[in-house]
């Protein structure tokens, strides 16, 4: 990845255009031909230096709905439970931390709220742990963007 | 409110756009949609903040950002709300909620900070403490040691029927 793709990867965090020939106008304002900026925006994608291209969605808005939940899973556990949760498909994410609630993981779901809560009763069954849930109450605006 | 054309239009983008000149028109093709009512919807949904960004997604790891901490404090329920947005105008705080009490989880108040490292994460969460007072209030830093799964939350046919 070289200064190039750094400031492409930097300049379309920010956005894309939504218009009929949307690299031509961000090419242009990177200094690029709208050739260069397809090549390469391809060439990161395929390296998986980038891991998608396109929209990112508000969940909630979409009729989903999703939740941060965490267990502390004992050591002598770990890959076992680490492999229940995972198995579900409603869980997105998932995280060791170093805290004795040691497994950190988001719970998405397209249907009802109903479903997260289905999903949480099924994890603690096949587990025997409790799962702590802990959906947001409010969300604060950040800036997403990260410095390549 | 979108209808069955915009659900058919974001199932149709959620794996990413195509990396063309005309690249609303691709979608258009797939979709059985003019290039104008595909840029009217999308330029729509954007507002209405259902698409919250379209660009680059990153991969943190990816791009050196390999600590990642979870910092939970408990503040006052009175405090929240202003905590919350001071902290969230740090430019490497990458998500923060506030989130509910548990039983022997007394932290209402979550933030994320990525970071290349984890000293330069600390360093950040001592910029925090310090500009928004947050000294005196318990706090617990929680980095991640190992991803074991991430995707994105995929918007599936199934669940678009008529909803």
């Known amino acids: 990845m070289d200064e190039i793709d750094k400031q492409i990867i930097n300049a379309l965090q920010d956005g894309f255009p939504i218009c009929d020939a949307p690299y031509q106008q961000a090419a242009a304002q990177l200094g690029l031909s709208e050739q260069d900026l397809i090549s390469r925006l391809k060439a990161l994608l395929d390296n998986g230096a980038l891991t998608r291209f396109g929209p990112l969605y508000n969940a909630e808005q979409m009729g989903g709905a999703l939740t941060l939940a965490a267990v502390k899973a004992p050591i002598d556990r770990f890959d076992e439970v680490t492999e229940i949760i995972n198995g579900f498909p409603e869980v997105a994410h998932n995280y060791a931390r170093n805290h004795e609630l040691n497994m950190w993981f988001v719970i998405a779901t397209q249907q009802t709220p109903e479903q997260i809560q289905q999903t949480i009763n099924a994890i603690e069954r096949l587990t025997s742990l409790t799962v702590y849930n802990m959906p947001k109450k409010k969300e604060y605006f950040v800036n997403l963007k990260l410095e390549a | 409110m979108i209808d069955s054309r915009d659900r058919q239009l974001l199932e149709h983008i959620q794996l990413?756009?195509?990396?063309?000149?005309?690249?609303y028109l691709?979608?258009?093709?797939?979709?059985?949609?003019?290039?104008t009512e595909v840029i009217e919807r999308l330029t729509r949904l954007k507002q209405q903040g259902l698409i919250k960004r379209m660009g680059v997604i990153v991969k943190h790891r990816q791009l050196g950002y390999r600590a990642n901490a979870m910092i939970v404090w408990n503040v006052p329920d009175n405090l929240v709300k202003q905590l919350g947005g001071h902290i969230s105008r740090f430019s490497f705080v990458t998500l923060c909620y506030q989130r509910p009490r548990q039983p022997e989880w007394p932290y209402n108040l979550y933030c994320m900070i990525h970071g290349k490292d984890k000293a330069t994460v600390l360093n950040q969460l001592e910029q925090i403490v310090e500009a928004c007072g947050l000294s005196s209030f318990d706090k617990e830093i929680l980095f991640s040691s190992r991803c074991f799964k991430q995707r994105g939350a995929l918007?599936?046919?199934t669940a678009l029927a008529d909803g």
């Open chain 2, 16 to 23: 990413g756009l195509p990396v063309c000149s005309r690249p």
């Open chain 2, 26 to 35: 691709e979608i258009g093709r797939l979709c059985d949609m003019p290039e």
């Open chain 2, 155 to 157: 918007y599936q046919n």
